[in-house]
């Protein structure tokens, strides 16, 4: 029997890992090593300033944070240069969820190419992915355990916090769930065709589950984002409703058996 293969996958900037990467270390990737191999990857943007004022940010980043991690592979990119590449102008053409003149949706389409810019070496048995500027409150040990017999289309997916879709924060993935997880910008042009509004993060990757038929297992793995300048975010972490969840769950179970109910948009 082949020793189980696992990556975890960070992406996106690094802003406060000197503050996160303690409980990294402790919850997210120590525990992984008693159930197999595991290679620890990353793709950051390569920028030593981060704005952000939706989050109240201006802050100084340190382009060598990255080093606080034990990286089996780490991919730095300049930011900006994805922008045209995904098409963000046509998106923000589509409305902006947020209301901030495109500058939240350009994070996201950052944030989203980082997300498939995070290659594994080998096909893994499980995939994690998870933003390092967040504080880990929960071991991933147990929900990895699952996966390593769990059917490969399943995904698990924080239980808290589904304001339009489903929590982005992080997740664990078996082999053919995470290659829909991770490629989700490539389903932005069919959100927008199937009249889901402008592009919006939590949507937009509910939407891609479902059309990828990727099976969504709500656990209750907690994370507090911490923002560059040190603030840690109050999150809520109580449940979903009974209704959301099963209007998020059912329908996914629905598409992923095949039948596409037309209620399910929202």
């Known amino acids: 029997m082949h020793a189980a293969k696992i990556a975890i996958c960070f992406f996106g900037i690094t802003r406060s890992l000197t503050r996160t990467h303690v409980s990294i270390k402790d919850r997210v990737i120590e525990p992984l090593r008693a159930l197999g191999d595991i290679k620890v990857l990353g793709h950051f943007f390569d920028q030593d300033r981060v704005v952000n004022p939706r989050s109240g940010e201006d802050d100084p980043l340190d382009r060598k944070e990255h080093r606080l991690l034990p990286f089996d592979q780490v991919v730095l990119e300049k930011p900006e240069a994805c922008l045209a590449q995904h098409g963000y102008h046509q998106m923000l053409a589509h409305g902006d969820a947020w209301g901030d003149g495109g500058a939240s949706l350009a994070n996201l389409v950052h944030q989203l190419h980082s997300l498939s810019q995070v290659a594994a070496p080998h096909r893994p048995d499980v995939v994690v992915f998870a933003r390092p500027d967040m504080r880990y409150l929960d071991s991933f040990l147990e929900t990895v355990r699952y996966h390593l017999a769990a059917p490969p289309h399943h995904v698990s997916l924080p239980n808290w916090q589904w304001p339009r879709g489903v929590n982005d924060r992080l997740a664990v993935c ?13 389903h932005v042009n069919t959100y927008l065709r199937q009249g889901h ?4 993060s939590e949507k937009l990757l509910w939407c891609a589950l479902n059309h990828g038929r990727a099976w969504i297992y709500p656990v209750g793995l907690r994370a507090r984002r911490v923002r560059a300048n040190g603030f840690e975010v109050d999150e809520d972490f109580s449940p979903v409703s009974a209704w959301k969840m099963l209007r998020r769950v059912g329908v996914n179970r629905l598409y992923c058996l095949g039948r596409r109910p037309p209620e399910a948009k929202s």
């Open 197 to 200: 509004g402008p592009v919006h």
């Open 174 to 186: 078996g082999p053919d769930a995470y290659v829909v997880y991770a490629s989700r910008l490539a």
